[in-house]
Nanobody, 126 residues
Framework: QVQLVESGGGLVQPGGSLRLSCTASGSSFDFRPYAVAWYRQAPGKLRELVAS???????KYVDSMKGRFTISRDNTKNTVYLQMNILKEEDTAVYYC??????????????????WGQGTQVTVSL
């Protein structure tokens, strides 16, 4: 069973940056085959996909995030990162990571048996 823990959220001013981390753990666990996606959910809105990365490092982004957000992974640390730059107030949300071994062909998001983290709050405000 894989467990995911997100960290790195916080309060930042518009135009600022944050780097979120999603660290995976589990018994007899090999992180390399797992694809990971970052999602976010703002108050009163549906959870939406932000970006995904395969076990081999292929990345995909939602169009509105391209250029500002970068997803990456370090398999030696069982961690996937989301670097967020030029943050806007509308980026305020709880950010979740999701991991799985099977992905959608169009956006790389894990499907089927997946695991979610508990989320980390990102607040962009003056």
């Amino acid at each position: 069973q894989v467990q995911l823990v997100e960290s790195g959220g916080g309060l930042v001013q518009p135009g600022g940056s944050l780097r979120l981390s999603c660290t995976a753990s589990g018994s007899s666990f090999d992180f390399r085959p797992y694809a990971v996606a970052w999602y976010r959910q703002a108050p009163g809105k549906l959870r939406e996909l932000v970006a995904s990365i395969t076990g081999g490092g292929i990345t995909k982004y939602v169009d509105s995030m391209k250029g500002r957000f970068t997803i990456s992974r370090d398999n030696t640390k069982n961690t996937v990162y989301l670097q967020m730059n030029i943050l806007k107030e509308e980026d305020t949300a709880v950010y979740y990571c999701n991991a799985g071994k099977i992905t959608r062909a169009d956006n790389g998001a894990p499907i089927g048996m997946t695991t979610w983290g508990q989320g980390t709050q990102v607040t962009v405000s003056l």
